[in-house]
Structures are given as C-alpha cells and as structure tokens.
C-alpha cells in the first residue's frame, strides 16, 4: 500500500514540474514579444519602458529589437503602380507569312482578334490609322524591322525576350491565339515582365547581315577546296599545299586531263567565290571608313 502511494505521489510530482516548466516557456515566450514582464522583474517596470511606436516595434530593456513584419495595408502601399493607364493593348504572334494579333481594352477585356500579312504593305495597313497604343511582340526573325515601322507610326513597342518566359516558351497551349493574348495580357500589366530587349537598327543589320554573307562564301569555299582534294586522291593524285586565293589556278595546272574535266567547274566556281570575297572585303572596309570609324585598327 505504502509502495502504491509513493508511486502516485511520484506521478504528481512529475506531472506538476512538467506544467510548471511549460508555463515558464510560454511565461518567457509572451515576455520575449513584449507582452509581460519577466519572472523576476516586478509588473510596475514594464510602464517604464519606451512605448512601441505604432506597436511596429519591440523592446529589450533598454536595447529596441528590430521592427515587426509591415501589415497589410502598408505592403498594398508600396506596390508601383503605372503612372499613366494603357486604354489599348495589342499582342502580336509574329509568323512567316501571317501574323495574329489580340487586342485587349483598358479593362483586360478582349475586343478584337485577327491576322495580317507579315509585310511593310501588311503592317501599315493594319496600324497606321490607329491611336497610340502599346504593342508587344516576340524576338525572332521579323521582330527587328517590325518594331522599327511600328514605332516610326508612333506606337508604344516593347520586344519580349521569348527564351526567360517560360509561360509562353514553354506552354502545352501553344498556338498563335493564345501567344498573342499572353503577350498583350503580360504588356498590360507590367511590361518588364516580358523581358524586353532593343533590337539595333535596320541599318546596322544590313551591316551585319553583309559580315555574314561574306562568312557564308567563305565557308562554301573552304568546303570545295576540301572537296577537291578529296576527290583527287583516290585517284593517285594530291595536290599541291597553296593559298586559297590561287588555289583553283594552281590545281588546274598540275591536274591530269580526265581529273581537270571532272574538277574543272569546282575549281571555277572556287576561283568566283575569291573574287567575291573580295569584294565584300571592299565593302566591309568602307564602311569602317564612313559608318563605323570606331572600328577601325
């Protein structure tokens, strides 16, 4: 009997300390927050103490912890918001042959869908008598002289970066429709969401775009040198290490007549892709010398 009692007043003794030290973590738990005082200190001390400001801040002791999370009301004021509100937004899926467009009003609603010729004829038709508007569109192939018409006509352009948006790149539903609604949807809420990009001119593509031409003979004739060489050992021959600039005279001389029949034209066409190589190069460096000075060695 004396052995139960003892266990029991052991079962007590141990559920008594357990409440007691849960009370001091929660005792400690609310002081830490600012709403009691602890353990030790007497109730009055807590009246001493800096008041919160707007109850955003804490105290300890004399030490002022840092401020509380912001609320609600003062996160919805910071967000941005655009100065000026967009009354006509147009997306615009931009294809080979024919472009789709969606028009979005002020309030997000869908007001017209539709497609024109992807063509200077086809782009002012469709947006020169329209008002300023807003007008978002993917980077690819035809995005660098329609965004310049485009804003020669006084419209708003952004450019999207189509590889860093995933929601469009990436979509199951993907159709010209749907791009062209996503983008003017993405450009009326905050055009930095489309990453947008700036194309150069159309006139410092046509510069580039004669570097690339050049590059493109230059590989064509680097892959018919090593044609003909090619072509030629089978048959016994190799030729002669030369300079591609007088490569195809050279191996005409030294090729035996069934070999110069057969290689003759390659040769032929080699030697007119040197002469038009060289010209590109009279090209290039002129304009170095008038366009593009900063270039220039």
């Known amino acids: 009997m004396r052995d139960d009692l003892a266990d029991k007043r052991g079962r007590v003794c141990h559920h008594v300390a357990i409440l007691g030290w849960a009370k001091k973590q929660v005792n400690e ?6 709403l009691f005082d602890t353990p030790e200190s007497p109730k009055g001390d807590l009246a001493s103490r800096p008041a919160p400001i707007n109850g955003m801040s804490r105290f300890f002791g004399s030490e002022r912890l840092l401020p509380m999370k912001k609320t609600l009301q003062h996160l919805i004021a910071e967000v941005p918001r655009s100065a000026s509100k967009v009354e006509m937004t147009i997306g615009i899926d931009l294809g080979d042959v024919w472009s789709h467009y969606c028009t979005l009003n002020e309030a997000g609603e869908v007001v017209e869908r539709g497609r024109f010729r992807t063509s200077p004829s086809g782009v002012e038709k469709w947006f020169t008598d329209l008002p300023r508007v807003r007008i978002a569109m993917e ?37 010209d429709q749907v791009d062209a609604e996503k983008l003017a949807r993405y450009a009326r809420l905050d055009p ?25 003979i230059v590989r064509l004739r680097t892959a018919a040198v090593n044609a003909v060489r ?6 016994g021959y190799r030729l002669p290490a030369s300079s591609t600039l007088c490569f195809a005279k050279r191996c005409l001389a030294s090729l035996p007549p069934g070999l110069a029949q057969a290689l003759g034209p390659v040769l032929e066409q080699i030697a007119t892709m040197t ?5 590109y190069d009279r090209l290039i460096k002129r304009l170095t010398e008038t366009e593009y000075t900063e270039t220039r060695l």
């Open 29 to 34: 738990a609310r002081w830490i927050t600012g």
């Open 139 to 175: 980077s690819g192939t035809h995005s660098i002289w329609i965004s310049e018409q485009l804003q020669e006509l006084g419209h708003e352009v952004i450019v999207a970066n189509v590889r860093e948006l995933r929601a469009i790149s990436h979509s199951d539903r993907k159709s």
């Open 192 to 216: 930095k969401i489309l990453r947008p990009i700036s194309h150069c001119t159309v006139a410092q593509q046509e510069a580039l775009t004669l570097i690339r031409a050049r590059n493109v």
């Open 230 to 235: 090619g072509l030629a050992k089978p048959c």
């Open 275 to 279: 002469v038009k190589i060289k010209h």
